[in-house]
């Protein structure tokens, strides 16, 4: 007897090490699923708050850029690179310039093509364009007029030019004849001083030289229904203007209601002389109508 019993002291101690890893061994594999399935309630609340921060902010309009008469797009490289820093998508429309019903019936072509809200600005004769362009277009949600006609039904380029005299630009008009018509360039010897008189002389030439000409009666066609009748517009008013006389482009903006900025001592050039000032009238449209 003396010799089994230590044996089986032995046997039932180890009986029981192993009776109490097993029950310790069941406890923790029933603890981990509970322990897995609570959540503190301040980490539900912190992803809750990561996600609705995450949401994607709505995407920006496209700006739609027309240019005028004895121009091209190019005239709007340095606001086109102000707005694209910014994240405005931006499309340069290379305006016809050969009458105001198909000029504006080839923009508004290409609004068709153009997904989502726009932002539509004109130069010079493009605000003509702009102005029967945009009607019928629910997408364009704002006209920007940058140093541009603006005008009502029935009236015309020459007809605004009449009225508020001190334009600079028919005397210094050059006229072409091309099939199907005669068309105009400003005489590079005039350029600078009718179009461009604060902009760089070297660059000034660079305009006249690749300046594209317009058909005469672009300036002699008259406008229909106007667009800023019903569409929020902004007026970036040129106060040294030798084109177009700043008075009438005051008058214009008046009469549609305009958000009105005058930049003194600015040329008809003012979206190259001035593209800083171009792009925040542009994107202050874009603003409020978002």
Same mark, same amino acid.
């Given at each position: 007897m003396t010799g089994i019993e230590p044996a089986r002291l032995r046997e039932s101690g180890q $009986? &029981? &090490? &192993?009776?109490?890893? =097993? /029950? $310790? /061994? +069941?406890?923790? $594999?029933l603890a981990v699923p509970a322990l897995s399935a609570a959540t503190p309630v301040g980490a539900v609340s912190a992803a809750s708050i990561a996600s609705t921060s995450a949401r994607p902010s709505a995407p920006k309009p496209t700006v739609v850029l027309v240019h005028g008469a004895f121009a091209d797009s190019s005239s709007w490289d340095a606001v086109m690179s102000r707005l694209e820093r910014q994240g405005y998508p931006v499309m340069g429309v290379a305006n016809p310039l050969r009458g105001l019903a198909g000029d504006s019936a080839y923009v508004s072509s290409v609004l068709d093509t153009i997904p989502g809200p726009v932002i539509l600005a004109g130069h010079s004769y493009g605000g003509a364009v702009i102005t029967d362009a945009a009607v019928g277009h629910s997408n364009v949600k704002a006209l920007v007029y940058i140093a541009a006609f603006a005008p009502d039904e029935g009236e015309s380029g020459l007809a605004i030019l009449d009225e508020y005299p001190g334009s600079q630009l028919p005397p210094a008009l050059t006229v072409r004849p091309f099939p199907g018509g005669q068309e105009a360039y400003v005489n590079p010897a005039d350029f600078r001083q009718v179009f461009a /008189? *604060? +902009?760089q002389a070297g660059k000034a030439r660079l305009m006249a030289a690749g300046q594209r000409p317009v058909s005469l009666a672009a300036f002699a066609e008259s406008s229909t229904t106007p667009a800023w009748k019903t569409i929020p517009s902004w007026f970036l008013v040129a106060g /040294? *203007? &030798?084109a177009i006389p700043p008075a009438a482009e005051q008058a214009m903006a008046r009469r549609a209601? =305009?958000?009105t900025e005058v930049i003194e001592g600015a040329s008809h050039a003012i979206l190259v002389s001035h593209p800083e000032a171009t792009a925040h009238v542009i994107e202050a449209a874009a603003r409020a109508t978002s």
């Open positions: $009986l &029981r &090490r &192993r009776m109490m890893l =097993s /029950a $310790l /061994a +069941v406890g923790t $594999l /008189a *604060d +902009v /040294a *203007d &030798r209601g =305009s958000h």
